[in-house]
């Protein structure tokens, strides 16, 4: 295995790492393990407990374990694509992202696994008005290398080679 993939590999790691530990310091350190918890950290930001069933935006909630199972079976196959395609890419950069990815979906995946639901804490807000809904270090991980990711292929993606045009060759 070359550099590339093993440091793509190791921010999977990582990742994982720091999301269970964080929702293990959450629900156990801190004793945020029921619905309604919170404990307020600044004035734009608390730990809330949330048991998420559904997976982005509250979508596609695992309402009984037929469902949970295939949200489970769903996210497993979309990482194996993850680990696939971080194997055959050449870019750190893009390396790097996808290591992003698959370490904040291992680490949903497994508590989907564990418990029936994905553990959210981080709330940040302005007040009463909320930007985004309460997320997880795994959450934040897979939105950070979607996003670099699509910047890199829009702004930064290999420009196709020009072809030469056939009228040329015609007067050379």
Do not use: C
């Not at 982005?56 to 309402?63: F, Q, V």
């Not at 769903?74 to 992003?100: H, N």
């Not at 508590?111 to 804490?121: A, I, K, M, Q, S």
Request: hydrophobic share 55%; charged share 15%; glycine share 10%.
């Amino acid at each position: 295995m070359n550099v590339t993939r093993g440091i793509g590999l190791l921010v999977a790691l990582l990742v994982f790492l720091i999301d269970q530990g964080t929702k293990y310091l959450v629900t156990h350190t801190l004793g945020l393990s029921y619905e309604g918890a919170w404990m307020e950290i600044v004035s734009f930001f608390d730990l809330r407990y949330v048991e998420n069933i559904g997976v982005s935006l509250g979508l596609m909630r695992a309402s009984n374990e037929a469902m949970r199972w295939g949200l489970v079976a769903l996210t497993s196959a979309i990482a194996a694509g993850v680990v696939w395609w971080m194997l055959r890419e050449r870019k750190l950069p893009d390396v790097a992202a996808l290591g992003l990815v698959l370490g904040g979906a291992l680490g949903n995946i497994l508590d989907r696994t564990r418990l029936g639901y994905v553990v959210d804490f981080a709330d940040f807000h302005i007040n009463e008005w909320r930007p985004f809904l309460v997320f997880n270090v795994a959450d934040a991980a897979i939105t950070i290398g979607v996003l670099i990711l699509l910047i890199r292929a829009l702004f930064f993606g290999e420009k196709p080679r020009a072809t030469q045009d056939p009228v040329e060759n015609i007067n050379a």
